[in-house]
């Protein structure tokens, strides 16, 4: 049985990614008077943009990370341990592929050596006034309510393609219970991505939890699963958030080398391809498994495909492509192929919404060699229930990995760290495989931290006066 969704206390950003409020920008703060900034942001919750309303001019989200929720005197126990260890523990740094050029120790914010970040305020406006007017209105009141500024990420509209010059955002799996419904194999529990709703495992996903002598006023919702307890968790998610730079002169510059045969160079027709092989999709988002010789844009938003029984060998969209590792939908052990593997792949997916920051890059650019010393890339966001097992899975388990199914010394070759000189990309092909090798980084992550994206009740839960120990 579907369950109802509590759309009015959902926040937007978890039913859509706002693609028609083009403009975007992530203040990321810091919290230095409690009692100030709680006030200010119990009176926010008004302008928290919810699930219910499509937006048509802007959207308000707000999301804490570990360190924002001590801050406003919220005992951290209840949270799930990867949360609240931070994306930038040690222990973590590893299996997350955050070491090298990729190291915490480096990054711009999230990491070690920067100013702690404690919440995010996600805004989202229809064009750049209207972004400018939001931001600019928030921004006058922090300093004054107790909380700085400690980066404000601004974004680009890149017209739904990334800088690599890839369509983005066409695959998401679909929610239970939302409003757009697609084919079955896509469509999963909103469990995996909406506390307090049955998950894949047909369970509550661990969430926060609190005794109801915590919320005399009753803000909170009780615990569906009947514990008794107060649900902090109903209604909210886990937010990813990686500021991912993009080496776009080296992608196209090592592409053309790669491609560069005995004869001179193969052109841009063999780069595209190549690039294409990595991707798993053309520029214009045709799957190869349905494309697999030549771009189509007729199938641009094509995504009701496997890769079993299309493609078992890898000879259409090569096993170790980006989105073939990022999602292998029927490819799973156990049973490839079967329902039991589409289900496996149900427990580790995750709703992307990041978006893109600096200039688009133009052809006279790329063909010179010269990025003009700016900086692109991705604001990599994404929601999941389980940190560990969706993004961290993803991660650590498919795309860093350089065994990904039987594969040998190949990470993902669009975004994968390296593993120090010998990382390949391997094409299946008849009758040979071809490799290449020597592939460079092209992805380096530049900041990150994981936050707790509350429903709005919870919102006015955690920023209601309450006497707790504010341990920092
Ligand atoms: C700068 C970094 C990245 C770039 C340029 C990039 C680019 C792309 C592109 C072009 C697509 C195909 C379009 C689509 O299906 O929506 C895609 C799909 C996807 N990416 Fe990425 N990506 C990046 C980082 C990541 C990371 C870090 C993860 C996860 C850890 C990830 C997970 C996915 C997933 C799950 C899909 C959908 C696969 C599917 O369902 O078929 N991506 N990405």
């Known amino acids: 049985m579907t369950v109802a969704l509590e759309l009015d206390d959902i926040q937007g950003i978890v039913a859509r990614a706002y693609p028609d409020l083009r403009a975007a920008c992530f203040l990321l703060l810091g919290v230095r008077d409690p009692v100030a900034a709680g006030a200010w942001l119990h009176a926010l919750c008004d302008q928290v943009t919810s699930a219910r309303s499509r937006p048509e001019a802007t959207a308000v989200n707000l999301a804490l990370t570990p360190g924002g929720l001590r801050a406003l005197g919220q005992p951290l ?3 799930a ?18 070491v090298g050029a990729n190291d915490p120790s480096g990054w711009r914010w999230g990491g070690p050596a920067t100013s702690p970040v404690h919440l995010a305020l996600l805004l989202y406006a229809k064009d750049e006034p209207g972004l400018e007017s939001l931001s600019g209105s928030l921004s006058a009141q922090l300093a004054a309510n107790g909380l700085d500024l400690v980066v404000r990420l601004d974004t680009s509209d890149l017209d739904e393609v990334e800088h690599f010059g890839f369509r983005d955002g066409i695959s998401q799996p679909l929610i239970e219970g939302l409003s757009k419904t697609g084919p079955a194999s896509n469509t999963v529990k909103a469990g995996e991505f909406i506390l307090g709703y049955p998950n894949e495992y047909g369970l509550y996903t661990d969430r926060p939890l609190v005794a109801p002598s915590e919320d005399p006023g009753s803000i909170l919702p009780r615990d569906p699963a009947g514990s008794g307890q107060a649900d902090l968790g109903r209604n909210g998610s886990y937010l990813v958030l990686r500021q991912l730079e993009q080496d776009v002169v080296g992608f196209w510059g090592f592409l053309e080398q790669a491609t560069h045969g005995a004869g001179g160079a193969a052109g841009p027709g063999a780069r595209r391809a190549l690039a294409a092989k ?39 969209c090569p096993i170790g492509a980006h989105i073939r590792r990022a999602n292998p939908r029927d490819s799973l052990d156990p049973r490839p192929g079967s329902q039991a593997s589409i289900d496996v792949g149900k427990r580790h997916r995750i709703l992307r919404r990041g978006r893109e920051y600096g200039p688009p890059i ?37 795309v860093n990995n350089a065994k990904f199914s039987g594969l040998y010394d190949d990470p993902d070759p669009l975004v ?18 071809s490799r290449v090798r020597g592939l460079p980084q092209f992805v380096t992550v530049k900041g990150g931290a994981y936050f707790f994206l509350p429903g709005i009740r919870a919102i006015r839960y955690l920023t209601t006066p309450r006497k707790r120990p504010t341990a920092r």
């Open 77 to 79: 126990e209840a949270f």
């Open 81 to 98: 341990t990867e949360f609240v260890q931070g994306m930038a523990d040690v222990h973590r740094s590893r299996p997350l592929g955050d």
């Open 278 to 316: 990595m991707v798993g999709r053309w520029p214009s988002g045709a799957p190869l498994v349905l494309a697999p010789d030549a771009d189509d844009p007729s199938l641009g938003e094509a995504n009701d495909f496997g890769y079993f029984t299309e493609d078992r060998g890898g000879t259409r």
């Open 362 to 398: 133009s052809i006279e650019q790329l063909e010179a060699g010269d990025d003009g010393g700016l900086e692109r890339g991705l604001y990599f966001l994404c929601l999941n229930a389980n940190l560990a097992r969706q993004f961290e899975f993803i991660q650590h388990t498919w």
């Open 416 to 433: 994968g760290a390296r593993n120090g000189g010998r990382d390949t990309f391997t094409v299946q092909a008849e009758p040979v495989r």
